[in-house]
Structures are given as structure tokens and as C-alpha cells.
């Protein structure tokens, strides 16, 4: 069974940034693509940006620009650098092994206006 473990979310006025971190219990890390997703209140879980194991990575069109995903395999950790925050991006934010199915528990971005 694989643990993802995510950290860094929190309450931001808009226009910040914050740091998301998810720490994986496997070294097959390095194996997976990985992603973060995201669910506001009321509203489905989208993909936010992903990243394959040779460092390729993907994003929703509403984050280009302002997110960057990137991972340490050395670490086993995967992280999303998220800038110029605004309102809508509220939510609490998934880390996922999508390949394997497995997921973190989630950690909660507030952006105030």
C-alpha cells in the first residue's frame, strides 16, 4: 500500500503564492507519472497539472503561467509551486499516483479576494 502525504495549504490573499508538497512511502515514485488534482466546493475533481517520470509535464489551461509541478525523485516527493493565487482557485488540493490509483488525503488552499 502506498502513502501520499500532502503539506502546504493554507489561507492566502490573492496574489500570493503557496508551496504544495506530497511525500510518497515508495521509492517506485520515480516509476509514475504524478499529479495534482483539485475539487472546489460543490464541484467535481479536475486535473491540475501532472508530470511523468522523465519530467514532461501538462496543465490545465487556467494555471499555465502561474503553476509549476515538479518532483524530486531522490526525494520521493512531488511538488506544486502555485503563484499570483487567485479566488477561484479554492479548493482542497489532491496529490494522486493516478497508474495505481492511489491517493493523498488532501490538503486545503483558501485564496481570499
Known amino acids: 500500500q502506498v502513502q501520499l502525504v500532502e503539506s502546504g495549504g493554507g489561507l492566502v490573499q490573492a496574489g500570493g503564492s503557496l508551496r504544495l508538497s506530497c511525500a510518497a512511502s515508495?521509492?517506485?515514485?520515480?516509476?509514475?507519472?504524478m499529479a495534482w488534482y483539485r475539487q472546489a466546493p460543490g464541484k467535481q475533481r479536475d486535473l491540475v497539472a501532472s508530470?511523468?517520470?522523465?519530467?514532461?509535464?501538462n496543465y490545465v489551461d487556467s494555471v499555465k503561467g502561474r503553476f509549476t509541478i515538479s518532483r524530486d525523485n531522490a526525494k520521493n516527493t512531488l511538488y506544486l509551486q502555485m503563484n499570483s493565487l487567485k479566488p477561484e482557485d479554492t479548493a482542497v488540493y489532491y496529490c494522486?499516483?493516478?497508474?495505481?490509483?492511489?491517493w493523498g488525503q488532501g490538503t486545503q488552499v483558501i485564496v481570499s479576494s
Open positions: 494522486a499516483m493516478t497508474e495505481a490509483n492511489y
Open positions: 515508495t521509492s517506485r515514485f520515480r516509476l509514475y507519472t
Open positions: 508530470i511523468t517520470r522523465d519530467g514532461n509535464t
